[in-house]
């Protein structure tokens, strides 16, 4: 990020808020200014050190072990915070992100639990590979249990406001960096006791860059022009309000240029491909996965659904609606991994 670019939460720290990041980091040291601590770890679960030690850039095993969640520093950072204070915490996670692992949580998923969307084959090496993704989830859910613990402990969290979100779809072939709604369309789960009636559902639709001014404005602290988005703070205070008729996304780089631009609204979707010759190939670390083994099997052997086949198709459309998408969330609604 550039070191010119002011953030939500340099703004509420100069408003007096403490403010903590721990677990994974993408954002470059210029950003680390915005927070009074920070609690690096890199993709593979080491924690860079704080203070003179981190000086020096060298990484040390977290509290868990190498290649672990990435969350190990989440509770102890919330310990570690001054009660006198307002705060923030971003606590990011590695889970669940590739590569899974198995047996790493007590009770595994098995095949049998896995809900598969029409455009994955169903065979045995692909429900392995989904649950391992539920295993992931289930583990960054344990961590988020953790958190709600200690905020019971210190006595503040029916007025911490804690909002879980994910920055892309998982990480399987035609989910993350896609357009799709499987790749933006992400958690975005609020709890905040004394102001959200638990079970509330919100169905407008809101934005990523939403977030900054709906912090900055529960904080008390001026939105200013620098920020794009909108309070969705009228829709937690009531579920039926709407901030927004369309949502946009876009994808110009992940592992290789592809430009594309997407709107979405309650009820229509439209897709704009720039390089429609590009086969719509998935990331590096969803070509490593089980799945996309299995669909470049299948596809050989001639046995994958016109679906199924849509990360090898070329060209693609230049414009679209994928009516899969609709299709796939309306059948999956309950689904607990969406």
């Not at 006791?193 to 860059?209: D, N, R």
């Amino acid at each position: 990020m550039p070191a010119e670019q002011v953030t939500f939460a340099e703004r509420l720290k100069n408003a007096g808020y403490w403010t903590g990041a721990a677990g994974k980091w993408h954002l470059g040291d210029a950003a680390k200014i915005a927070f009074n601590e920070v609690r690096e770890v890199d993709t593979s679960g080491f924690q860079l050190p704080t203070g003179a030690a981190g000086a020096g850039g060298k990484f040390r095993e977290s509290l868990e072990g190498e290649a672990q969640s990435g969350c190990a520093d989440w509770v102890p950072l919330l310990k570690a915070r001054p009660r006198d204070r307002p705060f923030f915490l971003w606590l990011a996670a590695l889970d669940p992100h590739r590569d899974f692992r198995d047996e790493i949580i007590p009770s595994p998923h098995k095949s049998g639990d896995v809900r598969l969307p029409p455009y994955h084959p169903d065979t045995p090496r692909v429900r392995k590979d989904y649950a391992l993704y539920y295993d992931e989830i289930a583990r960054l859910d344990s961590y988020v249990g953790k958190v709600l613990v200690e905020l019971e402990a210190q006595g503040v969290a029916g007025n911490t406001l804690i909002l879980f979100i994910s920055d892309n779809g998982r990480a399987f072939p035609r989910d993350k960096t896609t357009v799709y709604d499987s790749g933006i369309k992400t958690p975005m789960i609020v709890r905040w006791p004394e102001h959200v009636k638990e079970g509330t559902i919100a169905k407008g639709v809101v934005s990523s860059i939403d977030l900054a001014p709906t912090f900055l404005e529960i904080g008390g602290v001026a939105i200013g022009p620098t920020f794009q988005g909108h309070s969705f703070l009228s829709v937690l205070n009531d579920a039926s309000h709407t901030i927004r008729e369309v949502a946009f996304a876009e994808k110009n780089w992940h592992d290789f240029e592809d430009h594309v631009r997407a709107l979405r609204t309650q009820r229509f979707k439209y897709i704009r491909n720039g390089y429609p010759e590009l086969a719509q190939t998935p990331p590096a670390d969803a070509v490593r996965s089980l799945t996309y083994q299995e669909m470049q099997r299948l596809r050989a052997e001639g046995k994958l659904t016109p679906t199924q086949s849509s990360c090898f198709r070329k060209p693609r459309p230049a414009g679209a609606t994928p009516a899969v998408d609709r299709d796939f969330f309306r059948l999956n609604r309950k689904c607990p991994h969406p």
